[in-house]
């Protein structure tokens, strides 16, 4: 019975092209993330900041950029990881040779030479497509592993190829503890989803649905192909590298280039198809699956009073990885949003049976 949008009526079109027409979801979302700012610091420990939440957020910004390219536009890529490693060695680059630079400026110089990577690997869609395209954002996974394994010159001549990071300052600002890293993390995850709201109900971001439904037929009514998914590699890879440099700065401090190698590619994947393709809110639920699974597959067995060695948790998570896959893409194609969205449909239609 609450809700209900009976009198919600729109007199303007602003009123009908606002981000959430509902009143009460506006109200959700306000209070969710003043929940998130305010009540979340008061509540949570330093263990859940380090192992869940903030990994859970930074993967979020991650996962929203591949499924503008993979749920929004249609492409593939399995190189995702690669420009996440393409944003880590950027900030990292920036702030040792141009110590003075504002961090946030580091962010997004680090975005952009991420998203210009993406564009040069993305050139193939032009031409290819399916399987093809899959195999060639693949070279871009290992190309870009072995460029900076190989090239020290990233590194900075570090001889086992490591790099370490100092705190960040901000604004006189030193974000060093977990409170301050999960307040940063999270104001950059709330400005980059209002951001790729507001692109996908753009005109580039109706372009990238035309394209995924039918690219002969949107090039058909004028939409240029070509331009719609360079675009769209190139937003894929600014979130992907501004969630690397988050990676590397807030959450693991110091990394190798093994840190991003394809396994976290195919989580990324793994997140959208079960979180659900083609739905903003899809990469934060499958982010908060893939990040949760592991820790809950790690303690259930001392729940039970059984004991399994690391080895056979480790296979029986890519074995529930592998069958969650299969039975979203069989089931439920839209993942847990879709989920989450007749769950809303019944509340609205509550309690009568039509």
Not at 79 to 87: D, L
Not at 91 to 110: D, G, S
Not at 121 to 126: K, R, T, Y
Not at 241 to 268: D, K, Q, T, Y
Request: hydrophobic share 60%; with cysteine.
């Amino acid at each position: 019975m609450l809700y209900r949008e009976n009198g919600q009526f729109k007199t303007t079109y602003r009123a009908d092209q606002q981000m959430l027409p509902i009143l009460q979801d506006r109200f959700f979302v306000v209070a969710l993330v003043a929940a998130a700012f305010l009540v979340v610091p008061l509540i949570a420990s330093d263990y859940w900041f380090r192992a869940l939440i903030v990994p859970f957020l930074i993967l979020s910004i991650a996962a929203i950029g591949l499924n503008i390219l993979v749920g929004y536009c249609g492409q593939i890529s399995l190189g995702q990881a690669a420009f996440m490693s393409v944003g880590a060695y950027a900030a990292f680059n920036f702030t040792v040779r141009v110590p003075e630079l504002n961090f946030l400026l580091v962010l997004l110089l680090a975005g952009t030479i991420s998203a210009l990577a993406g564009m040069v690997f993305g050139l193939p869609s032009l031409r290819i497509k399916g399987l093809y395209l899959a195999v060639a954002t693949l070279a871009a996974q290992f190309f870009i592993d072995w460029l900076f394994i190989r090239v020290k010159w990233f590194t900075n001549n570090s001889p086992s190829g490591a790099v370490s990071t100092s705190p960040i300052e901000l604004f006189g600002w030193t974000v060093d503890s977990p409170v301050d890293k999960y307040w940063f993390v999270l104001g950059v995850v709330v400005v980059m989803t209002l951001a790729a709201k507001n692109l996908v109900r753009s005109a580039i971001g109706r372009s990238w649905m035309a394209i995924r439904d039918m690219d002969v037929a949107a090039e058909v009514i004028g939409i240029r192909a070509g331009w719609a998914k360079l675009s769209a590699f190139a937003v894929c890879s600014f979130y992907a590298g501004v969630a690397g440099a988050l990676w590397g700065f807030i959450h693991l401090g110091a990394w190798e280039p093994l840190a991003f190698n394809i396994n976290v590619s195919f989580n990324l994947l793994f997140m959208i198809i079960i979180g659900g393709m083609g739905s903003l809110l899809g990469s934060f639920f499958g982010a908060a699956f893939i990040v949760m699974l592991p820790l809950i597959l790690n303690q259930l067995p001392g729940w039970f009073g059984i004991e399994i060695s690391t080895a056979l948790l480790s296979h029986i998570e890519f074995m529930i990885f592998g069958a969650l896959i299969v039975f979203f893409l069989i089931v439920e194609p839209h993942g847990l949003a879709r989920l989450w969205a007749i769950g809303k449909e019944k509340l609205r239609l509550w309690p009568f049976p039509h």
